[in-house]
């Protein structure tokens, strides 16, 4: 059973999601928290699987919330998806920079968030398009609009996981990145993982700003 918090200062919102989430047998909302203050001290609670996180909350923003749970050692597990009416370069840089695991629009349907949830607490990042490119342009803008760079080199890659790792900041699914190199998806999150793992990166999408931050993509 996945285990999730809902962060969102606005009741009805909660409300609609929580009923969403407990209409599906694999899934349960275990908290909810109308701030980000409450949102941390819930998830230290009850260790949820993952933080449907809205991003404007009084008493502590999103933002904030997020950067503390995922800096939280006990909350290694938990994975915060932040919840956004629009994908804007600040937002996006700042929330991937705070250990978020990716995105999704308040107006996203019943069935896109459902697998929305299911793909972050899979481990896998959930970053569309406009959102990727966001984070470029972020990153593009100056030094260190990122933090500073992960302790962990991409040069202890193999040249696989580093071909698999560039790919994947370039916004490939694992599904496209196996139809581009002729191999099983089960082998693309293999080497993806492994790369996560050697770079000390919580998710795909920590591994997507190392990338940038290491030079291994560029954008023309």
């Not at 407990?22 to 909302?29: H, K, R, Y």
């Amino acid at each position: 059973m996945i285990q999730i918090l809902l962060a969102d200062d606005q009741t009805l919102l909660r409300s609609t999601f929580r009923m969403l989430i407990d209409s599906d047998d694999d899934l349960t909302v275990v908290a909810e928290a109308a701030n980000g203050e409450e949102a941390v001290g819930l998830a230290r609670r009850h260790r949820p699987d993952l933080v449907l996180m809205d991003i404007r909350m009084p008493v502590l923003d999103g933002l904030a919330a997020t950067r503390q749970i995922c800096a939280t050692p006990e909350l290694a597990g938990t994975r915060v998806l932040i919840l956004t009416t629009f994908e804007t370069d600040e937002y996006v840089a700042r929330a991937l920079e705070a250990g978020a695991s990716g995105f999704l629009g308040k107006d996203v349907t019943p069935e896109a968030l459902l697998a929305g949830i299911r793909t972050v607490v899979a481990g896998e990042a959930l970053l569309s398009p406009s959102a990727t490119r966001s984070l470029i342009n972020r990153f593009l803008s100056g030094p260190g609009t990122l933090g500073e760079p992960s302790q962990g080199s991409l040069k202890t890659l193999t040249d696989r996981e580093r071909e698999m790792t560039a790919l994947a900041a370039h916004g490939l699914s694992n599904q496209e990145i196996a139809d581009r190199l002729t191999v099983s998806p089960l082998t693309v999150r293999t080497h993806i993982h492994r790369a996560m793992t050697k770079v000390g990166a919580r998710d795909r999408a920590q591994l997507v700003v190392v990338a940038y931050q290491q030079g291994l993509v560029r954008v023309r």
